[in-house]
């Protein structure tokens, strides 16, 4: 297998394109790190990203869109009004783990997802290029640091069929806020980049669960 290539912004798209749609993985800038992006309804390479982590495949992926209508064709239900303030926060480092209409592979058989739209926008404009969702699970294996410069991604991506976006150094810090639909009601998960324990924009105060 040859070594990860680099894509510069401004390049083709059509080999990245061509990359996801034979299961190969896109290691693409966060707003703090790296992480790994397939196609979610690939199985092999969401399989494959659980092996590049050396992690157990239960815990589902977190996926990316670029906006909300592509979230909702994934098959991610938005629909509760209490999601609405939230959404409208996007985008922003800001994870929302709602429900969906159909199984996914990202989702290893729960019937919920993990989504947002990302707060760094060459990754968004690459969502609307290729036109399609992807996870972007944190670059690292299971345990270790998380990646925030490219050159890092050369060994951990070695082996694999694999493209490295080159965004730059990436300020690594905290990552996403995770806010889940709980029975009507939104409940912090894990507290990251978005305070929401003081209310603000229209959005009110949540506690941590």
Known sequence: MPPPWIWHRGEPIEPLRELLRRGGVVAVPTESSYGLAVDPLNS???????????????????????????????????????????????????????????????????????????????????????????????????????????????DLLSGYDAAIIDGGRLPGGPPSTLVALEKGRLQILRQGRVDLSKPSAGVEAMETK
């Open 44 to 154: 092999d390479a969401v399989e494959t990203v659980y092996r590049i982590k050396g992690r157990e495949a239960s815990k589902p992926l977190l996926v990316v869109v670029c906006d909300r209508a592509q979230a909702e064709r994934l098959g991610a239900d938005l629909s509760d009004p209490t999601l609405q303030p939230l959404t409208e926060l996007w985008p922003a480092a800001l994870t929302l783990l709602v429900p969906l209409r159909q199984a996914i592979p990202a989702a290893q058989g729960s019937d919920r997802i993990a989504l947002r739209v990302p707060d760094n926008e060459l990754l968004r404009q690459l969502l609307r290029r290729l036109d399609m969702p992807l996870t972007a699970t944190s670059a690292n294996r299971s345990g270790r640091p998380a990646i925030c410069s490219p050159d890092e991604l050369l």
